[in-house]
């Protein structure tokens, strides 16, 4: 087909372009397409042809600025599919993957028509039967023949809707310090859930439903963070084998809900009914008092490499989307084969466009960005950047001044691991804070039972506890945008990786069921079997592996830092040793709501998780949005944070290097805070081990609140300790002191 598209439309073009995307006006509809090395760009009207195919209408679009192509579409209306498609040079080796052959998903979408199901006829390159490339002429760029089927009858479709906006008065916000993040699936979370009805299971209703969001309030968290929702399309690997991307990290539509997840009866009424369906949960958590946030994909996109399909950002301009070589070769940072060009600004303004569109439309509350680094690279891909255009552009605009920003900061690239070098008012997710207290109550005390030796004592513990200053106290102590303890998400466990429950029952990864003969996922896991692997019956060890997801669960919900859970750890959830799960998608993964209505364990954690909570709800030394350092509060020689050793000492700075020393004494000071003061005792010996509490004037008395060796918190026997009474821990365990101050 020739790169000059047919004239069919008298279209006028705007004098200046419309904003991206195409938008509805009267008469018609306003178009703007970024394509700024294609030589002609058509916006495709599709109307069902009475056959069960699709009539073409093509309107070119003759405005062309600045690289944006612009015009007006007449005599279209809300519910109008479309679609794209742009003409220019095909010349790999340079970049350029035009082809005319080839309908194109608009990148400002807000609607998408049905799922898509990847075809030969999707690749712009000549494919064969396993979609591998066809080799073209040998070049420099690995020039790939370009393919000449249609892919009208296969390709996504785009859908006019009318703007919706929501209202913004009900978003709950509470202050980070009020924070805690329970992060799930939509579909994990809600599948087996016996209180929502069949038909809406795993769907976005479910998530509004009553019994879903009295569960999330009653457990105690305030913001739900999904997994991705933006509309994806499977990676062409998993596709050849029948597999899909369960947890959605291969975006198709920056603007667009997933129909995937939406009612059959939501998917059959259309696009706008999907959209009000996730709208409408998001306002039914809004009421519960719980905020949402999405996890979103802007590093790379379901394309992936150039031997991938083309979708969309490829087709219409490979180059000016994607970060390229002086070959048209992928520069890949983000491990899944391609990457956005976060340095030009026409993608910074995508992802801000896309960032304000689910703020205003939906009203979700904030974003967790997937392998953050990879949008603060600038021109030399190999420098991360914490002034880069997004992270400014972020920072200071006024429609996200007010939502929840949190980066996972590292990506694959050079320099990829970046903890706590983003500026704020970002957050991040704490991998050291993960991997330093599994190692404090997992797999050193693992190595120890083995006759090994610890690593680090309690000096790496004692750090997180505090709110990981070494990471993000950066700054002066009068620098304003200087941040504190809460930019710290704590986390010990996430989609990616062991549940909390497979953390204390596995050594190793057992992913075979991934298809991919377990090499992918991550090795270090910082985990302990209990000295089984896996399932058993042996009711010692599962008593010690319950103990430890307490352990642990304490130890998160007790930090100074924001917490966030893994939707089901509350239940003991399992995914039988796989720690990489992207493609399970059935009851193995899927949180087990019968198992808590037949009691046991699973309702124990529950109500232990509630009990936690709930003691951080109550007292605001847990939440301080400051580092504490030592500093003096009285003249009696308390300060705001002390720590002492098993003996009740103050540590000294030998104790602290001291390797094999299991147990530390925390003290958070709550005169500061106009409340109680708390003392937290962690033990993580295989035995049990004599403390003796801090003497006044730390405490005239010590009430006990929780003991982590209990299954259930009513089974905590009450007891007051005198100052410098010697108590008893039990073989790994964790205690929870109020103080009595004189």
């Not at 680094?373 to 914490?386: E, M, N, S």
Request: include cysteine; charged fraction near 25%.
């Amino acid at each position: 087909m020739s790169s000059t598209p047919p004239s069919t439309s008298d279209a006028l073009p705007r004098s200046r372009p419309a904003p991206l995307g195409l938008h509805l006006v009267p008469g018609g509809a306003s178009a703007a397409v970024y394509a700024p090395h294609a030589e002609a760009v058509e916006v495709c009207l599709l109307d069902d042809d009475g056959t069960g195919g699709w009539a073409e209408r093509r309107v070119p679009l003759t405005g062309r600025t600045h690289g944006v192509w612009h015009g007006l579409v007449p005599g279209v209306g809300a519910g109008q599919r479309y679609g794209l498609r742009a003409h220019g040079p095909w010349e790999p080796e340079r970049g350029h993957r035009f082809n005319g052959d080839k309908l194109l998903l608009d990148p400002y979408a807000r609607g998408l028509a049905d799922e898509v199901r990847l075809e030969a006829a999707h690749f712009g390159h000549e494919v064969d039967e396993g979609w591998r490339p066809v080799d073209g002429p040998a070049s420099a760029g690995g020039a790939r023949r370009r393919s000449t089927s249609d892919s009208l009858a296969c390709a996504p479709h785009g859908v006019l809707l009318p703007q919706r906006r929501a209202d913004p008065t009900q978003r709950p916000g509470p202050p980070w310090s009020e924070t805690v993040v329970y992060e799930a699936h939509v579909r994990g979370l809600t599948m087996r859930h016996p209180d929502v009805p069949p038909e809406l299971r795993g769907t976005y209703a479910a998530l509004g439903h009553p019994a879903v969001v009295a569960h999330l309030r009653d457990l105690g968290v305030t913001a739900l963070e999904l997994l991705p929702v933006q509309a994806i399309a499977e990676e062409p690997w998993l596709a050849r084998r029948g597999r899909r991307n369960a947890w959605g990290y291969s975006t198709l539509s920056y603007f667009a809900p997933a129909p995937r997840y939406a009612s059959a009866a939501a998917r059959a009424a259309g696009p706008a009914a999907v959209e009000a369906e996730l709208a409408g949960a998001v306002e039914a958590l809004h009421a519960g008092g719980l905020e949402v946030l999405l996890d979103v994909v802007y590093n790379h996109t379901c394309e992936g490499g150039v031997e991938g399909p083309t979708l969309s950002f490829r087709g219409l301009d490979a180059g000016a989307y994607y970060r390229l070589d002086a070959a048209g070769l992928d520069v890949d940072v983000s491990g899944c084969g391609g990457t956005l060009d976060a340095s030009s600004a026409r993608v910074v303004g995508l992802v801000m466009d896309s960032l304000r569109h689910w703020v205003q439309a939906y009203g979700v509350d904030g974003f967790r960005f997937d392998l953050a680094p990879a949008l603060a690279r600038g021109r030399d891909v190999a420098a991360f950047d914490p002034e880069h255009p997004f992270l400014v552009a972020a920072r200071q605009d006024p429609v996200l001044a007010d939502v929840k920003l949190v980066a996972e900061p590292w990506d694959v690239g050079p320099g990829g691991w970046r903890t706590g070098q983003f500026p704020p008012p970002f957050a991040e997710w704490n991998d050291r804070y993960r991997d330093d207290v599994r190692s404090f109550w997992l797999a050193d005390a693992a190595r120890a039972r083995a006759g090994g030796r610890p690593d680090a004592g309690v000096r790496h513990l004692a750090t997180r506890l505090a709110g990981s200053a070494d990471l993000f106290a950066h700054g002066a102590s009068t620098d304003a945008s200087r941040r504190g303890p809460l930019a710290s998400v704590n986390l010990l466990a996430a989609h990616d990786g062991f549940t909390l429950a497979d953390a204390c029952a596995y050594e190793s990864k057992h992913n075979e069921g991934n298809g991919e003969d377990n090499r992918d996922g991550h090795g270090d896991n910082r985990s302990d079997n209990h000295g089984v692997e896996g399932p058993t019956s042996d009711e010692a060890v599962l008593r010690a592996r319950r103990r430890s997801v307490r352990n642990l669960l304490g130890t998160l919900l007790l930090s100074t830092g924001t917490p966030m859970l893994l939707g089901g750890d509350e239940l003991l959830r399992t995914q039988d040793g796989n720690n990489n799960a992207y493609v399970v998608d059935d009851e193995g993964v899927w949180l087990d709501w019968p198992a808590l209505r037949r009691g046991g364990a699973p309702a124990d954690l529950l109500a232990t998780t509630r009990h936690l909570l709930a003691l951080r709800r109550e007292h605001p030394a847990l939440r301080q949005d400051t580092f504490l350092s030592g500093r003096p509060v009285h003249a009696d020689g308390t300060t705001d944070l002390a720590w002492f050793a098993p003996d009740g000492r103050p540590m000294t700075e030998d104790r602290w290097h001291e390797a094999q020393l299991r147990t530390l004494q925390m003290f958070l000071h709550g005169d500061p805070v106009a409340h109680r003061s708390l003392l937290v005792v962690l033990h993580s010996g295989a035995g049990p081990a004599p403390v003796r509490l801090p003497e006044e004037p730390w405490a005239r008395r010590w009430e006990l609140l929780w003991d982590s060796t209990c299954e259930r918190p009513e089974d905590v026997v009450p007891h007051v300790a005198e100052p410098g009474e010697q108590v008893e821990l039990g073989p790994t365990s964790l205690r929870v002191y109020a103080a009595e101050r004189p």
